[in-house]
Every structure is written in structure tokens, then in C-alpha cells.
């Protein structure tokens, strides 16, 4: 069973990767345009001649989602989906002992660290899901927040953030801070230094998803001035090779 990353499926409109690396399972995404459910359906007979057990979408639409259910996938997961407007910001706050800056390629494992200790197993992301974040714009700034030990004085990554921005929207692609660093004002602070970046670079509208039942991050959100949008977002999963 094997499925090389980015394979385009379903006459070029789905776009394969397996999921964390889990070569039983395919993540779908939209490659162009809206599929069919023709689409979506040769798309499942091709993973099944590739021996993948299930499938996953990515966070979808209500009107992206049709295709899909029409070919027998279920709703796995609800996102909300919220926005705000970028005509004006929250003043920064203080974040003593925090620091921010650009992510460092060494970063990299520190930066995967934080996200399985900050999400379930489910949404955590592996090297492959981070670039496929910081490469789902045309642009994106991924940051990070440390804080230096007093003993060694090394710098700790402790949370990272990554924006997204296609013309004049903007996106919260990833946010993530470790347990431990939770209510120190860190998430709030990379948001908004995201937001700024937009901002400078003429988005006018921010988008951000997050999972119904995660109140702590929607408060979050709220805080910043986004609102949850009607109809969210939904990930359908289906087995491949039952009708």
C-alpha cells in the first residue's frame, strides 16, 4: 500500500496525501474546482486499487461537502469557522518572559513537539501536515514563541503559529502553544502579530477554523474580535471499498 504525496485522483479534481503517514488512510483535498460525485467516486475506486482501507476530507464547505456525502462519506468531525475583519486590532500586551520571532529551520521538531502536546491525535500534524500548511497560500509567515532558561539560557519553543494570505484574505493556518504556557497570553499574541502581517500586506478578512467542542480556543477567537461564521466546516470520512 503506498500513496506519493500530492497525488492528483478522481480525473485531476482531488488532490491525495496519506494521512500522517498512514498508508491505510488517504487524505482528499478539492484540487480544482468543485468534484463530482462521479469524481469523488472513481476517486475511491483508485485508492482502493491502491489499497487504502478509508479516506478523509479535508475541513469542507457545506456546498463542498455534497459530492462527497452523495458517494456515501459521513460527517467524522465539526469545525467551527470564524472571521473577523481587519480594519482594526487589539493593542499587543505584555508577555514577559515570552519572546517571538521567525521560525528557524532547527526549529523544526520543537515546533512538531509543541503541536502533539497542544492537540489531540487526531489533529496533530507531522512534517509532511506542516508544510502542507505553510504551502496552502501563495504566502505565509510561520513564528514561533520561546522563552529562555534561566539555568542554561537556551531558548524553549512553546508555541508557533502559522498565516497564512491568498490576495485579500488572510488565514490562521495553525495555532499552537504547549499545555504548560497555556493562559499566558501567547496564543493571543502570535494571532495578532499574524494579523499585522496581513494587514501590512493589504488583507482585508481573516479566516480561522477550530473544532466544535475546543471552547478554549473559540473564546480565544471571540477575544480577538472574530465571530463564528453560519454552517461551518465538517470532516467526512468513508471506507473505501463499501458502498
Do not use: K
Request: hydrophobic share 45%.
Amino acid at each position: 500500500m503506498s500513496g506519493p504525496r500530492g497525488l492528483v485522483l478522481g480525473d485531476g479534481r482531488l488532490r491525495m496525501v496519506p494521512w500522517h503517514g498512514d498508508v491505510s488512510t488517504a487524505y482528499v483535498t478539492p484540487a480544482r474546482g468543485r468534484p463530482s460525485a462521479g469524481a469523488v467516486a472513481r476517486c475511491l475506486e483508485q485508492l482502493g486499487e491502491r489499497g487504502f482501507r478509508a479516506v478523509l476530507t479535508a475541513a469542507l464547505a457545506a456546498p463542498e461537502q455534497a459530492p462527497f456525502l452523495a458517494a456515501g462519506f459521513d460527517v467524522h468531525e465539526r469545525l467551527h469557522l470564524l472571521t473577523r475583519e481587519l480594519d482594526d486590532l487589539p493593542p499587543e500586551a505584555a508577555t514577559a518572559p515570552f519572546a517571538f520571532r521567525r521560525a528557524r529551520r532547527a526549529s523544526r521538531p520543537a515546533i512538531l513537539a509543541v503541536d502533539n502536546a497542544a492537540f489531540p491525535l487526531f489533529w496533530c500534524l507531522d512534517s509532511t501536515g506542516l508544510d502542507d500548511a505553510l504551502s496552502a497560500t501563495p504566502a505565509s509567515r510561520l513564528r514561533v514563541a520561546v522563552e529562555t532558561s534561566e539555568g542554561t539560557g537556551a531558548d524553549e519553543v512553546v508555541g508557533y503559529a502559522v498565516t497564512g494570505r491568498a490576495g485579500p484574505r488572510g488565514y490562521v493556518q495553525r495555532l499552537a502553544v504547549t499545555p504548560r504556557c497555556q493562559g499566558h497570553g501567547i496564543g493571543s499574541a502570535l494571532v495578532l502579530d499574524g494579523l499585522r502581517w496581513l494587514r501590512r500586506w493589504g488583507a482585508r478578512e481573516v479566516m480561522v477554523n477550530t473544532q466544535v467542542g475546543n471552547d478554549r480556543a473559540v473564546r480565544l477567537y471571540e477575544r480577538l474580535g472574530f465571530r463564528i461564521a453560519p454552517g461551518g466546516l465538517a470532516v467526512l470520512r468513508r471506507d473505501v471499498g463499501h458502498g
